[in-house]
């Protein structure tokens, strides 16, 4: 069965902290993998990722693939409370429209 | 632009009753999708379509329905209501395939 599994579930961090999410996946014929952050209502969309080893910058958030072990991360330097929300990771199968979701990481960022 | 609008915000239904849940977006997207998403928990795809006339299953697809009978509307049926049924449900549609998909704000629907 194909799965996407983010750690850790929640995490608690004071403005300036630099946090690391993690996000592994388990799925048949992997295209792509998208990092997407949801507030109090609907997901944006962050990154998406497709090759190994490439950075993608936006700010102070950066994120990067290895196809070989199978995870990306998402780190987000200098924490600000609006940066608060839960980070959602999926993965986009190949010859398919449907992306997979993990269950998300609750950032909560204390002034 | 309004971008993907879904009605109602927040709806209470009693088991085995049946409601439509609306989606339209005026982006002129080929490409629409239903998804739930419970507490705790990340989204988990019910239908997509991939243009007018054409509907596919996704993750969770029982006790749901929908047509895509127009490019801007993409409509989710319940039919008899349960209680399993208590979820958020998004729409989102996007122009070029599930990678640039843009969410609508969601719908909160408790069966009770």
């Known amino acids: 069965e194909d799965k996407v599994v983010q750690s850790p579930l929640s995490l608690v961090v004071h403005e300036g902290d630099t946090v690391t999410l993690n996000c592994s996946y388990e799925?048949?014929?992997?295209?792509?993998l998208l990092w997407y952050k949801q507030e109090k209502k609907a997901p944006t969309f962050l990154f998406m990722l497709t090759s190994s080893g490439i950075e993608k910058k936006s700010g102070r958030l950066s994120s990067i693939l290895d196809k070989k072990e199978l995870f990306s991360i998402l780190n987000i330097t200098a924490t600000q409370t609006g940066d608060s929300a839960v980070y959602l990771c999926a993965v986009l199968q190949g010859g398919s429209e449907k992306l997979v979701f993990g269950k998300g990481t609750k950032l909560t960022v204390n002034p | 632009n309004a971008g993907v609008t879904q009605t109602p915000k927040f709806r209470i239904l009693k088991i085995g009753q049946s409601m439509t849940l609306q989606c339209a977006q005026d982006m002129n997207h080929n490409y629409m999708y239903w998804y739930r998403q419970d507490p705790g928990m990340g989204l988990k795809l019910i239908y997509y379509?991939?243009?007018?006339?054409?509907?596919d299953k996704g993750e969770v697809p029982n006790g749901y329905n929908v047509s895509r009978s127009t490019t801007e509307d993409f409509p989710l049926r319940l039919e008899l209501a349960a209680p399993s049924q208590t979820s958020v449900y998004f729409c989102a549609s996007s122009y070029r395939g599930a990678y640039e998909q843009y969410f609508g704000p969601g719908t909160r629907l408790t069966v009770t």
């Open positions: 799925v048949t014929n992997f295209r792509s």
């Open positions: 379509s991939v243009g007018a006339g054409i509907t």
